[in-house]
């Protein structure tokens, strides 16, 4: 069974950090490549950070510079450390493959407020 399960959200101050986890199982996970969305309030959902599977990153401009994400394989997990936090970060982080006409179910995010 396909699931995806993402962790690490909460409540910080600006200028702040968190780091996200999200958890795959039921997919080859080593040979797929990942990434980070995220949905604010009224807006449609974004890819803000993406991984492929050996590694190279991309990132929105939006979080450039201060958000990396990295992947275990081992243990099927993507991460999303966040610094430099700001309001604008403010949403509901996913996670999810980069197959825009096949993505996977997706999870039920972690929400993620900065507060100014």
């Known amino acids: 069974q396909v699931q995806l399960v993402e962790s690490g959200g909460g409540l910080v101050q600006a200028g702040g950090s968190l780091r996200l986890s999200c958890t795959a199982s039921?997919?080859?996970?080593?040979?797929?490549?990942m990434g980070w969305y995220r949905q604010a309030p009224g807006k449609q959902r974004e890819l803000v950070a993406s991984i492929a599977r050996f590694g190279s990153t991309n990132y929105a401009d939006s979080v450039k510079g201060r958000f990396t994400i990295s992947r275990d394989n081992a243990v099927n997990t993507v991460y999303l450390q966040m610094n430099s936090l700001k309001s604008e970060d403010t949403a509901v982080y996913y996670c999810n493959t980069l197959a825009t006409g096949a993505l996977l179910p997706w999870g039920q995010g972690t929400q993620v407020t900065v507060s100014s």
């Open positions: 039921g997919i080859i996970f080593r040979i797929t490549a």
